[in-house]
């Protein structure tokens, strides 16, 4: 049972440019979530999806964006980046269970370096 | 004031101690409790739900009190395999989906 991917590991990016990065949720979750963890921080939620839609947002300005595809996959998108936006992304999907918080796991991240 | 709050540590402690760490939360309403496990560069994960009744795995008892605002993770007989950062994690209030962590507790064990 394959748990959450995400690919790519790795990015290094220039100021001003966009990004796109990739997740595949657990087998049998319908539900991804984007959080962003800067170094020494804990994750910020960035926001949510299901159903194909943003269902909710955290506090992140509109460069940041994403995608759910019908098959439960996801991308969050980053443009006009800037330095600030050094982190690890990580992906984390869960059940929907009537919209409850329920458990949710993690991929292993895309460490993302803007230079 | 921040919505989760934990003492990031460093905790320093040998082999076989037991060590507690302790998270606050601002939103009453919160609905849902966890600690997460993250070592060094990887992902968060799961080490145990918490409930107001306190839940035990192992060595490990986590312990909420709604009262207080106040959530607690003991560990008993600590191994080195232990050193990571803990991170108290609340959920949103009504259902949300949404994730809240701390900045995460730091536990180093030495021999």
């Known amino acids: 049972d394959a748990g959450v991917t995400q690919s790519p590991t790795h990015l290094i990016k220039t100021r001003g440019q966009q990004v796109t990065l990739r997740c595949s949720p657990k087998?049998?979750?319908?539900?991804v979530s984007w959080y962003q963890q800067a170094l020494g921080q804990g994750p910020q939620f960035i926001f949510q999806?299901?159903?194909?839609?943003?269902?909710q947002r955290g506090n992140f300005p509109d460069r940041f964006s994403g995608h759910q595809f019908p098959n439960y996959s996801s991308e969050l998108n980053v443009n006009a980046l800037l330095l600030g936006d050094s982190a690890l992304y990580l992906c984390?999907?869960?059940?929907?269970?009537?919209?409850?918080?329920?458990?949710?796991?993690f991929g292993p991240g895309t460490r993302l370096t803007v230079l | 004031r921040k919505e989760v709050e934990q003492d990031p540590g460093p905790f320093n402690v040998p082999e076989g101690a037991t060590v507690a760490f302790n998270c606050t939360y601002s939103?009453?309403?919160?609905?849902?409790f966890f600690w997460y496990r993250q070592d060094c560069r990887k992902e968060p994960k799961l080490l145990m739900s918490?409930?107001?009744s306190g839940n035990e795995d192992g060595r490990f008892t986590a312990q909420l009190n709604r009262a207080s605002q106040y959530i607690s993770l003991l560990i008993r007989d600590s191994k080195l395999s232990d050193s990571a950062t803990y991170l108290c994690?609340?959920?949103?209030?009504?259902?949300?989906?949404?994730?809240?962590f701390g900045q995460g507790t730091t536990l180093q064990v030495k021999p």
């Open positions: 984390a999907s869960s059940p929907d269970v009537r919209g409850s918080t329920d458990t949710q796991y």
């Open positions: 087998s049998g979750h319908d539900t």
């Open positions: 999806y299901y159903e194909e839609e943003e269902r």
């Open positions: 939103n009453s309403a919160s609905q849902s």
């Open positions: 918490v409930y107001s």
């Open positions: 994690v609340v959920g949103g209030s009504s259902n949300t989906g949404k994730l809240i």
